[in-house]
């Protein structure tokens, strides 16, 4: 899913190739993609488009006349831009819009087509997408630590709320605490100031380098490679690798269709969490330490 980083680079792509042209027409493939029924869509046909930003992880498209779009891109969703006229691809494309010098293409992989797309007639209508978290990025020391403690969470579970924290995933949830050395299933009102601390430098570190790098890769272009997998991460991804830091193999807690990534010796004391499936399976043979994974 783009996150924050990736939401931001396409907010400011966009802005930068495509703003101040008119879209000249709007080619919908699915219906189920547009959220609301007044404004249509297609209002947005002849309007200038002024700008893009980002409501937590949602893409805010700015046009005159005050409309506004709001994507949320989901798990699969992407955005390609291609030269004017460029055809909806067959099994993916959601949505074709054509400006008067290239045209932007909604794709979503998979069956389940989560995408959704809003349009409104002023921001702040807009607003109400927002789920009321603060910034993780913006907020102050302050405000992200009475966001954090208001309810008693996990850390995982609270990064990836956007109704306590705006911004933030599944992918740089797990380099945020990896980088704050915190287990994932830390109870935010057990958190000693220290760790709070810990956790508010290692948001803003890893937010703020993955966006600039991020930045630096596409350059002038276009974010076309938008991934939650990358091989500079840390431990995302990374179940069964070496730590880059202790030399412990990543391990993993499955849930649903998502997994969370972590270190046992740099984020939970050597403890190993226990994952729903594989502890089911195993039951009294799941390793409770690190030194029974390894056998040693």
Request: with cysteine.
């Amino acid at each position: 899913m783009p996150e924050l980083p990736d939401v931001t680079i396409y907010a400011e792509r966009l802005t930068d190739l495509l703003g101040g042209q008119a879209v000249e027409k709007v080619r919908l493939r699915s219906a189920f993609l547009v959220r609301t029924a007044e404004p249509p869509l297609e209002a947005i046909e002849g309007r200038r488009f002024l700008g893009a930003g980002r409501m937590q992880k949602r893409l805010v498209l700015g046009f005159e006349g005050n409309l506004w779009l709001v994507l949320h891109l989901m798990i699969a969703g992407r955005l390609r831009l291609h030269e004017k006229g460029a055809p909806l691809p067959n099994k993916t494309g959601l949505l074709a819009l054509d400006f008067a010098e290239a045209t932007l293409i909604l794709t979503e992989q998979g069956t389940q087509k989560r995408a959704s797309l809003h349009v409104f007639r002023s921001k702040e209508e807009a607003k109400r997408l927002d789920r009321g978290g603060v910034d993780a990025l913006a907020a102050s020391e302050e405000a992200f630590r009475a966001a954090l403690v208001r309810e008693n969470r996990t850390l995982k579970r609270a990064l990836t709320d956007q109704a306590i924290l705006g911004g933030i995933g599944n992918a740089y949830s797990d380099e945020i605490l990896f980088g704050a050395r915190l287990s994932p299933v830390k109870l935010t009102q057990s958190l000693t100031d220290a760790e709070l601390g810990r956790l508010y430098v290692s948001t803003r570190q890893t937010l703020i380098e993955w966006t600039e790098r991020t930045r630096r890769e596409v350059g002038q272009g276009f974010p076309d490679k938008v991934t939650a997998f990358r091989p500079e991460m840390a431990v995302h991804g990374k179940f069964g690798q070496a730590c880059r830091v202790c030399g412990t193999h990543v391990q993993r807690i499955r849930y649903a269709n998502n997994e969370t990534n972590y270190c046992p010796r740099c984020q939970t004391g050597g403890k190993l969490l226990a994952d729903r499936s594989l502890s089911r399976l195993l039951k009294g043979d799941f390793p409770k330490t690190i030194e029974e994974l390894e056998g040693t």
